[in-house]
């Protein structure tokens, strides 16, 4: 096998540029040889992953936080076109959110995470695809291997994004310093969501979460029944919700119990539409994987065992 590792030196508030020389011992010692390529900026992730599965890669591994994990997916695909279809996926994270590996019970140090990728298994893999509008009119299309949301969260991950110190202090408080932040200032959205055609509504909305993982915000367990490998999305939809009674009940989202919450619906299914509603004065925005730049209209597609994983 030919294995590539994709790293972001600086992810995890740069911590992981200073693990470097023990990441690639750690690879050396449980995969045998590995070619470390790190990215310098934002994209390089998915250039760098496409580029080596052109060249024959048959296995890439992201280490990086979330936002890795994204650019590197994206790499698998060329204008909507699987560049290696045999190829595995692996991960270990060193980010300072790192939701994604949550779903899987993986470790979260990432020498711990390459250990275990030793006697990793294969699986299937589900991917989300998205499709919305561009800045430029154009349309764009990505793709997320966790969630993809909109509403309160989009606001959300726009904050942490821009933040330094709260960041720097950890994914887990940032999320949780810049939501309460973000809950204070919050006017809801007014939406039409679709969900296959089992569910059509127009509503205020506070957030809605295209689940195929269980975990976002830095621990937030928001689609507590999400499985990455059955085929559909669980469709977490929060309803417009006093600011109070938000700020009050933001815990119960950490352990799962807000799903008992009235305000929230959860919908399976494998494809989702939503769109302003046409008295929605201000753009939507939404985000996928922690990473921001898009907004609604859009439609969100489940491709079920898109990718075959490793861990």
Same mark, same amino acid.
């Not at 590995?34 to 890669?57: F, H, K, M, P």
């Not at 008992?260 to 769109?275: D, F, I, K, L």
């Given at each position: 096998? !030919?294995?590539?590792?994709?790293?972001?030196?600086?992810?995890?508030?740069?911590?992981?540029?200073?693990?470097?020389?023990?990441?690639?011992?750690?690879?050396?010692?449980?995969?045998?040889?590995?070619?470390?390529?790190?990215?310098?900026?934002?994209?390089?992730?998915?250039?760098?992953?496409?580029?080596?599965?052109?060249?024959?890669?048959?296995?890439?591994?992201?280490?990086?936080?979330?936002?890795?994990?994204?650019?590197? =997916?994206?790499?698998?695909?060329?204008?909507?076109?699987?560049?290696? +279809?045999?190829?595995? $996926?692996?991960?270990?994270?060193?980010?300072?959110?790192?939701?994604?590996?949550? !779903?899987?019970?993986? +470790?979260?140090?990432? &020498?711990?995470?390459?250990?275990?990728?030793?006697?990793?298994?294969?699986?299937?893999?589900?991917?989300?695809?998205?499709? $919305?509008?561009?800045?430029?009119?154009? #349309?764009?299309?990505?793709? $997320?291997?966790?969630?993809?949301?909109?509403?309160?969260?989009?606001? =959300? =991950? #726009?904050? =942490?994004?821009?933040?330094?110190?709260?960041?720097?202090?950890?994914? +887990?408080?940032?999320?949780?310093?810049?939501? #309460?932040?973000?809950?204070?200032?919050?006017?809801?959205?007014?939406?039409?969501? #679709?969900?296959?055609?089992?569910?059509?509504?127009?509503?205020?909305?506070?957030?809605?979460? &295209?689940?195929?993982?269980?975990?976002?915000?830095?621990?937030?367990?928001?689609?507590?029944?999400?499985?990455?490998?059955?085929?559909? $999305?669980?469709?977490?939809?929060?309803?417009?919700?006093?600011?109070?009674?938000?700020?009050?009940?933001?815990?119960? &989202?950490?352990?799962?119990?807000? &799903?008992?919450?009235?305000?929230?619906?959860?919908?399976?299914?494998?494809?989702?539409?939503?769109?302003?509603? +046409?008295?929605?004065?201000?753009?939507?925005?939404?985000?996928?994987?922690?990473?921001?730049?898009?907004?609604?209209?859009?439609?969100?597609?489940?491709?079920?065992?898109?990718? !075959?994983?490793?861990?």
């Amino acid at each position: 096998m !030919t294995v590539i590792a994709i790293v972001n030196p600086a992810s995890g508030g740069g911590r992981t540029a200073a693990r470097l020389p023990a990441i690639a011992e750690a690879l050396k010692s449980a995969l045998g040889p590995v070619e470390i390529r790190q990215t310098t900026r934002q994209g390089d992730g998915e250039n760098l992953t496409r580029t080596a599965l052109q060249a024959g890669a048959t296995r890439i591994i992201a280490i990086g936080g979330d936002g890795t994990l994204n650019e590197v =997916v994206n790499g698998f695909f060329s204008d909507g076109l699987h560049v290696a +279809p045999a190829a595995e $996926f692996s991960f270990a994270m060193s980010g300072s959110g790192g939701d994604f590996r949550k !779903t899987f019970n993986a +470790p979260g140090d990432v &020498i711990a995470a390459i250990t275990a990728l030793k006697t990793a298994t294969p699986r299937p893999l589900d991917l989300g695809r998205v499709s $919305f509008t561009g800045d430029s009119g154009e #349309t764009v299309a990505r793709y $997320f291997v966790n969630i993809a949301s909109f509403g309160l969260s989009g606001e =959300v =991950v #726009t904050r =942490v994004n821009r933040a330094r110190i709260a960041k720097w202090l950890g994914g +887990p408080f940032a999320f949780k310093w810049h939501s #309460t932040m973000a809950a204070l200032r919050f006017r809801p959205w007014k939406v039409r969501l #679709t969900v296959d055609d089992v569910y059509d509504q127009t509503l205020a909305l506070s957030t809605v979460a &295209i689940s195929n993982g269980r975990f976002f915000g830095g621990g937030m367990m928001v689609a507590p029944g999400a499985d990455p490998g059955d085929g559909l $999305f669980d469709v977490v939809v929060i309803a417009e919700t006093k600011t109070r009674a938000m700020i009050a009940r933001m815990n119960d &989202i950490y352990t799962g119990a807000h &799903i008992a919450n009235p305000s929230v619906t959860v919908v399976r299914g494998r494809r989702v539409t939503a769109s302003p509603a +046409p008295d929605q004065p201000a753009p939507v925005y939404a985000e996928r994987d922690g990473e921001g730049g898009m907004r609604l209209p859009a439609t969100f597609d489940i491709l079920p065992g898109a990718l !075959t994983l490793r861990i």
